[in-house]
Nanobody
Framework: QVQLVESGGGLVQPGGSLRLSCAASGSISRFIVMRWYRQTPGKQRDLVAA???????NYKDSVKGRFTISRDNAKNTVYLQMNSLKPEDTAVYYCNAVVQTTRTDCWGQGTQVTVSS
């Protein structure tokens, strides 16, 4: 199974920035879409941002203008640049990818983002 490994999480003050990375164990060209989700205790896993193989992006309303998803095919990596972070952004962030040929969902292990003073 394809492996996705998230990194870049940590503790940041409100208003700060973090860049999350999701490295795949192979070419990301095979993914029809790659997404970032986040989950907090007691809540369902919510879609934060998505990017298609063609470069089309979509964002959760509450992060529009603050977060940017991008992909670097040469590095087999998708990124989530998070600016102007708020305490409500605190969550475990998960990378997700859908294999084009099989429509199989692949998930990373998650990385913790904590926004606090």
């Amino acid at each position: 199974q394809v492996q996705l490994v998230e990194s870049g999480g940590g503790l940041v003050q409100p208003g700060g920035s973090l860049r999350l990375s999701c490295a795949a164990s192979g070419s990301i060209s095979r993914f029809i879409v790659m997404r970032w989700y986040r989950q907090t205790p007691g809540k369902q896993r919510d879609l934060v941002a998505a990017i298609t193989s063609g470069g089309t992006t979509n964002y959760k309303d509450s992060v529009k203008g603050r977060f940017t998803i991008s992909r670097d095919n040469a590095k087999n990596t998708v990124y989530l640049q998070m600016n102007s972070l708020k305490p409500e952004d605190t969550a475990v962030y998960y990378c997700n990818a859908v294999v084009q040929t099989t429509r199989t969902d692949c998930w990373g292990q998650g990385t913790q983002v904590t926004v606090s003073s």
